[in-house]
Structure formats: C-alpha cells, structure tokens
C-alpha cells in the first residue's frame, strides 16, 4: 500500500516562500502523473499543480508563475516550490497522483498572512 506523507507546511508572511515535500512509498512512482492539490478552509480540494513522467509540467491559473512542482523519481518524491505566496493560498496542501490512486496523505498546512 503506498503511502503518501507531506511535509513542509507553515506561516508564511504575504510575498514569502515555501517548498513542500511529499514522499512516496512503492516501487511504481516513475510511472506516475504526480500532482499537488490543496483545500482551503470551507472549500473544496483543488488541483494545483501537476507533472507529467517524461517532465512537463501544468498550473492551475491561480498559481502560475508562482508556483513549481518538480519530482526525483530515484527518491520517490515530488515537491512544490511557492513564491511570491499571497493569502488566498492559505490552505491544507496534498499531494497524490493525477487520477487520485492513493489513499490521501494528512496534507501540510501552508498559512499566509497579509
């Protein structure tokens, strides 16, 4: 069973970085579509961000140019470089493959200040 742990989370002031992690357990990571999806409070889960196993990488509107997402599939990990973070990214973060195939990991909280 593969598990999913993210990890990186915090407060942020508005304009500030942060770069999440998630690691992955299970031998058959590299065939993936790895993606970022994050819930704020009240809202529904959303998809972020989201890259491709030969390397090409889609955004959501809301974050592009702000937001990427890069793998290493040798360690089994995608993560998620944000800048210039505004509060409305304020949110529980998750990562998971594209279509969902896992069970979702506990998320981090990013939290941005204005």
């Known amino acids: 069973q593969v598990q999913l742990v993210e990890s990186g989370g915090g407060l942020v002031q508005a304009g500030g970085s942060v770069r999440l992690s998630c690691a992955a357990s299970?031998?058959?990571?590299?065939?993936?579509?790895w993606a970022w999806y994050r819930q704020a409070p009240g809202k529904q889960r959303d998809l972020v961000a989201r890259?491709?196993?030969?390397?090409?990488?889609l955004y959501a509107d809301s974050v592009k140019g702000r937001f990427t997402i890069s793998r290493d599939n040798a360690a089994k990990m995608v993560y998620l470089q944000m800048n210039s973070l505004k509060p409305e990214d304020t949110a529980v973060y998750y990562c998971?493959?594209?279509?969902?195939?896992?069970?979702w990991g506990k998320g981090t909280l990013v939290t941005v200040s204005s």
């Open positions: 998971n493959t594209l279509y969902t195939a896992f069970p």
């Open positions: 299970g031998s058959t990571f590299s065939a993936y579509t």
């Open positions: 890259i491709f196993n030969e390397g090409t990488r």
